[in-house]
């Protein structure tokens, strides 16, 4: 059976492809940008594999560090204020405020310490899962879905952009893995630090907010560019955002002659995409049929147009009879600047596997993560314009889907939201 | 609610806990050993960090060689011959053999090349997911379950220590998620040499076998000893048994003077059981209780009777008031020497984080990986002598179960399994 043909359906061509897995093309030009190599400095509060990145900062970490080779991406909704479901929406104050305030600041200060090397908490409440294994450059990243300021009586402050994504062609969501109200973002280069670190930030948000849904993911720790579950070279031609302050302008918040307020501006917005792959097919087919889809050698990750992996394709080559060389449907084609210009976002996901799914398909893809200042100059127009018959778009499955804002960062002695939550 | 409690059951001191977590007491002692810290060379075909470790050998890799940080295991049943279901069942020939044989050879021949960090086969049908990445310390270990000698025709060859374990008290065993025909160990340094090589080897099966299980675990990146996800130090005082031939008698067969096959000697056999933690309970304990329960201290692994990690631990120790100062029912008391003398296996299992159950606790916990030279004088009565009553068997669950025999290791030009399917 082909991919995507079960039940009877058959639909190359149809499905909306941005995220098909962090894919080689769109690292095919400036449209969209991804962090540095596994083992690139990405910012100036880097650190080298294994040391500490601070977790203070005029914008969170996470977002323009060095990607890690281990995440969890977790969302949780905030409990309702005792006596009162529901409360808080719109009152500016109240139970829920407290609450999500009293949650921050206890999360900043664990993650603070955390990412220091540090137990979380003073005393023997810490388990000790993470004893010995240092800072392994720990980043711990706060997000806050539009849940969040309903129920923390903050619904006046909730920014237009932060609506939710619109529906896209073949989209397959389910609701139960989207959506949230909080949104962490734990990631470190050692295994047992990235678990400890969640389930440190779930055991100190007891009471004040359940975890919807947890999703785990990983990189290699070769160095190089970023190679995904299909084969692909993830990242090519992108340039590192901490490099270029015009593009670094994309990413995170600025409020140069806008209305943005104090808490975000230096903040940015954060889509979360899981993108199932069919790998049983993908697997199959040819290598040939494998390049021509994305418009790249896998190998080294140069276009099909020739040269090495940092070499512009040449989108109008063509072949002595006349058919392009990069295919009219490739990945990188549809993905090129001249599609999309001035649509920008730095994507840093990690791959996932999670064994097999109850029809014996992998469960297995790509934990799209998409940082940018606006997702309505982002994600939105990028991931509708890739709509258009991507050849990739046959081999992977949006399953779930989230939009967070992610507060500036928290200076130190403050926590991360506060001057949201006590404007 | 307190842990095992759901349905009304309260049950401490029930349950069976030889795995509960390859516990930090096991190491209390000789009884039961483990390999070699993350970074100790384990074995002479050992390799540094990122290295290749040799495929071919006396036995196979990934039994003594230094525990790698990612790993997969699973288990796959083979396919019935075309036109006879079941046959082959004590045929000593058919196609079941020589479909087995044609799987194991191909297996093999993959495995040497991946472990050499080259890709598995010749020519385009690599997806190139490990392209990069180098060896990365890859292990591919392969194990026969029962029903593989049926399916095969050699059920006449089928060792008496290959039998079905025994019911341990307390088992909540999943059968869909236990036992198998052909099991597989793959191991690695890098996440994606680790999932290219499980993919390839479930693509080379099609036709000939189906996967039934995957599971897939992690130990940390530092160094020093194993810590496991309830915060324990696992395998503190047990040497590396490729340092005492004695030892490493006990955990590869070999046929001194009784009528060990030769397709066995040099072999092992191999128990893995899915051990989940209730970690929600368990992260709730004051660290006192969490450390009386083991018999040890949590940041350095020392017995509650003093000293340092290596300290034997004093179980006749008491206090002023004639209370024993390591429990009763303390971990390390009940898996202690003079409980469990000369029952010996090797454990070398991985932690597991695999997000939220339905009901929102996690599922997470110990793959329990142990080897022995034989089960009937390994892990089972070591698991019978352990269910008596340890403090830890409240906090975790074993869910699923397999046993599987592992032939010698292939000479060069050999593939494994041969001198059985091929006696």
Same mark, same amino acid.
């Given at each position: 059976?082909?991919?995507?043909? $079960? ?12 995220g098909a897995g962090g894919l080689a093309a769109l ?111 720990? $980043? ?284």
């Amino acid at each position: 059976m082909g991919p995507r043909e $079960t039940g009877g359906r058959s639909r190359p061509g149809r499905r909306a492809v941005l995220g098909a897995g962090g894919l080689a093309a769109l690292a095919a030009g400036a449209a969209v940008l991804t962090t540095a190599d596994a083992r690139t400095p990405g910012d100036d509060r880097e650190a080298a594999a294994g040391g500490a990145v601070a977790f203070h900062g005029p914008h969170q970490a996470g977002i323009l560090t060095r990607r890690q080779y281990h995440a969890h991406l977790a969302a949780l909704d905030l409990a309702a204020p005792a006596g009162a479901p529901g409360a808080g929406a719109g009152a500016g104050t109240g139970a829920g405020r407290a609450g999500a305030a009293a949650l921050l600041r206890t999360w900043s200060a664990a993650a603070a310490r955390m990412t220091r090397g540090e137990p979380p908490v003073d005393g023997g409440a810490d388990t000790g899962v993470a004893l010995g294994a240092g800072p392994a450059a720990l $980043t711990v990243t706060f997000g806050l879905g539009p849940g969040f300021f309903d129920r923390a009586g903050l619904t006046a402050a909730r920014p237009e952009a932060l609506a939710p994504l619109p529906a896209f062609p073949d989209d397959e969501l389910d609701p139960a893995r989207g959506g949230g109200d909080l949104f962490v973002q734990v990631a470190a280069d050692d295994p047992l630090v990235a678990v400890h670190a969640l389930r440190t930030l779930q055991r100190l948000a007891r009471g004040a907010a359940s975890t919807r849904w947890v999703m785990s993911g990983f990189t290699r720790s070769a160095g190089g560019t970023h190679r995904n579950l299909m084969g692909q070279l993830d990242g090519t031609a992108n340039p590192a955002p901490a490099t270029d302050p015009a593009q670094r302008a994309r990413i995170l918040v600025t409020g140069s002659g806008s209305g943005v307020p104090g808490w975000l501006e230096g903040g940015s917005y954060v889509v979360v995409r899981r993108i199932r792959m069919l790998l049983d097919h993908w697997e199959g087919l040819p290598a040939q049929h494998r390049e021509q889809a994305v418009g790249r050698r896998v190998a080294d990750g140069a276009p099909l147009t020739g040269g090495a992996e940092r070499t512009p394709a040449d989108l109008d080559a063509a072949r002595p009879d006349g058919v392009p060389v990069i295919a009219a449907n490739a990945h990188i084609r549809l993905a090129a600047p001249r599609s999309n210009a001035g649509a920008t976002m730095l994507r840093r996901g990690w791959s996932y596997y999670d064994g097999l799914r109850p029809d014996g398909t992998p469960d297995a893809g790509l934990l799209f993560v998409a940082w940018q200042a606006d997702p309505r100059t982002g994600f939105i127009p990028v991931q509708h314009r890739l709509a258009r018959g991507d050849a990739l778009a046959r081999y992977v499955v949006h399953e779930a889907s989230a939009l967070f804002v992610v507060p500036r960062g928290a200076a130190e002695g403050e926590y991360v939201g506060q001057a949201l939550l006590e404007a």
